[in-house]
């Protein structure tokens, strides 16, 4: 081959290389970029007069006379909305009876659109679910509500090879010639008098317990449910995992029963997180019955057994990584094996142990399907800790596939599950970054 | 005798212990190791433990129904009346997402290593590594939650464009590559120096132009696309695929930075590019543990609950032409994850077991895997120190 | 009985032989009774298969200084780590013959390595300071052995340290974390954390191969110092540093104990061509 060629081959062999860390790089940023900056918005956004009423009634929160006022003031703009709809009603039982079955439906959609940006209409039976007490709570769902109240969304099937497509329609065209068809210019105009949006700051959304499945409030019994099911398997995995790989590294002599006991620890690092789950449900639960049915500490339990080969793994590396002169020194110096482990090795490979440890805990926060079966729940609220060995707990990990793939409004509430996403990425990521800084150090303090 | 002689002189202080308080010691130490090798072992028993009582949970499907109808048919209806226990379709899906993923991430991952180990310099892959770390770290669900709000609907709405782009931006470098390769083969055996420069811009133009058309082509026909799901094999491919990414990456590099410098300085001797030393030499040398690493990149993509749960779309059919990624799929672990909550109440049932016989499917494949790339590593130790 | 009593004057005359090694006329006398310390019968090391340590035998008198010398992998690192049994950490390495120290058997039956190391301790190659404060370090054999009341402690960091001659160097930060001194400190430190375990020989092996001329003769001087009050056995590369420090030297090749004179005569009149060969430097 032509050497120009072969040069251009080398260039282009080290650009593959380059592009697909690039690649990796883009897509850390493409995943974690609309994460973090939808997951802002569940603590800082815009919020409504609905909002502050929502936080004090639920939470007991804010000022109530500031409240009375925005809301007096709100209602003086709401009330022109709710007297052009009595007001429509009251029309439309003038009309001849086949007009007035064609507006009834029409209508209907109107006020039900009209309750879900102000909330239930004066006379109406205060609502079950919470969620319909209120209007709406965060100012960019009260424009899309907006835009459901003016449009009326269509399909276009007239193309049978093409996807139909969404089109709308306004509504107002529909209520030419009556009264209500001045409710739509002026709710669009006065959208913003009656709710009062500003910005909200809701630390709440982190220290408060779910309001009707995560409609409203925040994510706390998640948090600490994560939290509880991690230090958990920490507790079981972690004295386990140092002890078995003090043994692999100072005791254990080269032969048949030592490669397999080091099979069956890749072994274990190699089984499916699934796979877990169902050996937990079998057997901590079935069989063990470590409790009734689901809880914290089969979950724990299921999850210390995962972690297990990682932290047994950091661990012995860190023991190896002791320079062998401080063994030989704590020996020549009349010092038992058991004691040169114990007051040498063991506290000299503590950081790197540590720097395991932590990873270990962020994974044990961050799987799901370990604790599926054994541990989590999808409404719940927070537990004490002297639950733990009898109920199961929501979880950061568990609840947003819960929230996202089978809540029955899993579209209406991304600012949830996005803020509970974004939480649970903070709390890996942070654990990770400081085992990141940890192995820093270590290598600074070992160098002297 | 001896043993009584020392124990009559008096040692009061001395380094030589009585029989008795010897034996103690020994005794001693031998119960001490005793309790640190059961701690030791209590790994090897869970794995035993695991192996037991998902098995013992899996076997009785089989009993009940057999084996033919789990692994030929893809009927699934396990709530039906009567139910059908197909599972082709949700192992298939389980291959195909595998396949596609590893499709993606071996190469890249492959790459990405080399670049690590034997192209970059220290200062950059200090930044580089703390990516993939994090790549890592980010829990499944994240992904999952990414694939399924994110990426799904991207997909769903802009399927043809950006299948056109990808195609653009990842093939026309390759095809470009190729283009300047094929006419230098093909005029290297011409020995006039005139002549062969001539056809050589003719080859060089004429193979432009052939490929440019089939850029162009293939474009057109990937921009009529229609996406019907955007939850489909493509989705969770490409995500498990980067998953799968750390794992591939660091396990190679390991395995690249084995081999010593000795073979590299004695390619580079010899007149070899980078590449040709990397390719000739290196990567035969480190073959075994990058496959090793393959071996663990896949499994971790196989074995991945959250993201085939939440973006595959879970519909249990071959797809239609079998090669289609761009249909819903299900896969086997989403498919214990979605059904054990319905059977768990009825202990005993062939809908309860046969999640359990998929469990131990996945756990044997994981099983065989992790021993046939152990076996691999420890072979290529062996051979790279010379045993 | 009479196999006992060959054995007695047999040892007797090698008593005798080993005195002259240790005294002769122009060597300064050390107060003591001259008895033999450590002593080789027919004694070898392997690692596995092979013979490190070839059937040596010798016996090493309290209080006085002997050096080791020979070609690098002669095996006089390994005889030294024996005496201690330090070789212990190598699983292949086993011994055969008699090693008797204080009389008794290094490796009986039942000897208790742990306690026969408190007696026989070693100062290794690179200075190996715990990554612990001064003090710490310091304590920390004294502490193994029972002893925890702070100010009896401190009382034996201050003796031993003193004893190391680097008391003045680091009284004020004892509290500093070792690996902050020089290379010569750290090792003049281990040196001291060694003493204060108050053992009864000090093995040093190659203690100032890492280190520069002016640590190296801090060191040689601190081994004078030591002279007299404990057994001590240094393995050296360094022939000038034999025969600067020690009163008796020997010259191992291949394994194999070729010749124990005393320093003076091994460097000036060696008895064996190939200890002649080694210390004019005609292969090393």
Known sequence: MNIGTRKILDRSFTAVGIGSIIVMALALMFVVVPIVTNGIGAVFFTGTVEHRKMLFNEFKRGDSQGLSSEVASSDRYRSKVYDMLTGFEAELETMAPEKKKEYKEKYAQVRSAVQALLGPLPGDSTPMLTRFKYGQTRWEKAEEKLHDLLYESKWDNSNPNVMSKEYFVSRAIGFEGTSLVKLFPYVKDNLEKMLLPDFTVYWGFITDSSVDSHFFGGIWPEIQGTFFLAIGAMLFAFPLGVVAAVYFTEYAKPGFLNSMLRSANSTLAGVPSIVFGMFGLAFFINTMKVSESKSVIAGALTLAIMILPTIIRAAEEAILAVPKTYREASLSLGSTKWNTIATVILPAALPGILTGAVISLGRAAGETAPIIFTAAVSVGSAIGLADVFSSPTPALSWNIYNLASEHEAASQIRHVQYGMVLALVSIVLLLNLSAIVLRARISKKLKG | ?387 | MTVDAKETSESAQLQKATRDIYLPPERKKISGDDTIHISAKEFSIYYGDFEAVKRVSVDIISKYVTAIIGPSGCGKSTFLRAINRMNDLIPSCHTTGALLFDGEDVYGKFTDEVLLRKKVGMVFQKPNPFPKSIFDNIAYGPRLHGVNDKKKLMEIVERSLKKAAIWDEVCDRLDKNALGLSGGQQQRLCVARTLAVEPEVLLLDEPTSALDPKATAKIEDLIQELRGSYTIMIVTHNMQQASRVSDSTMFFYEGVLVEHASTAQLFTNPKDPMTEDYITGRFS
């Open chain 2, 1 to 387: 005798m001896a043993e009584e002689s020392v124990g009559e002189r008096n040692r009061t202080n001395t380094f030589v212990l009585s029989a008795r308080k010897r034996t103690m010691q020994k005794a001693a130490k031998t119960a001490g190791e005793g309790v640190l090798f059961a701690v030791a072992s209590f790994v090897a028993v869970i794995v035993l433990f695991i192996f037991y009582f998902v098995a013992r949970d899996a076997v009785p499907f089989f009993q009940i129904r057999g084996f033919s109808e789990f692994f030929t048919s893809s009927n699934w209806y396990p709530a039906s009346d009567p139910a059908e226990f197909g599972a082709l379709a949700i192992i298939y899906g389980s291959l195909m997402v595998t396949l596609g993923s590893a499709l993606i991430a071996v190469p890249m991952g492959v790459a990405a290593a080399i670049c690590l180990s034997d192209i970059l310099p220290f200062s950059i892959r200090q930044y580089a590594k703390p990516v993939i770390e994090m790549l890592a770290a980010i829990p499944s669900v994240a992904f999952g939650f990414f694939a399924l709000v994110i990426f799904a609907p991207l997909m769903q709405n802009n399927g043809g464009p950006m299948l056109m782009w990808a195609w653009w931006i990842l093939v026309s470098p390759f095809m470009l590559l190729a283009v300047i390769v094929i006419s230098d083969l093909l005029t290297t055996k011409i020995k006039e120096q005139k002549r062969r420069q001539q056809l050589h811009i003719f080859f060089l133009i004429f193979f432009g132009f052939l490929s440019i058309l089939l850029l162009f082509k293939v474009g057109t026909v990937l921009y009529g696309i229609q996406i019907l799901t955007g939850t489909n094999a493509l989705n969770v491919s490409i995500i498990l695929s980067f998953m799968a990414l750390p794992t591939i990456v660091s396990v190679s590099e390991d395995a690249l930075q084995a081999v010593g410098r000795d073979l590299r300085e004695g390619s580079y001797a010899l007149g070899a590019t980078r590449a040709e030393t990397i390719i000739k030499t290196i990567l035969p040398a480190a073959s075994s543990g990058i496959l090793a690493a393959v071996i663990l990149g896949i499994m971790r993509a196989l074995g991945e609950t959250m993201v085939v749960w939440m973006a595959s779309g879970n519909s249990s059919q071959i797809p239609e032409p079998w090669f289609n990624y761009l249909q819903a799929i299900r896969t086997l672990t989403a498919t214990i994850a979605g059904d054990m909550g319905e059977a768990d109440q009825v202990t005993g049932s062939a809908r309860f077991h046969v999640l359990f016989a998929m469990g131990l499917l996945l756990l044997v494949i994981s099983f065989i895997s992790n021993l046939v790339s152990e076996r691999i590593v420890v072979r290529q130790r062996k051979i790279l120190s010379g045993q």
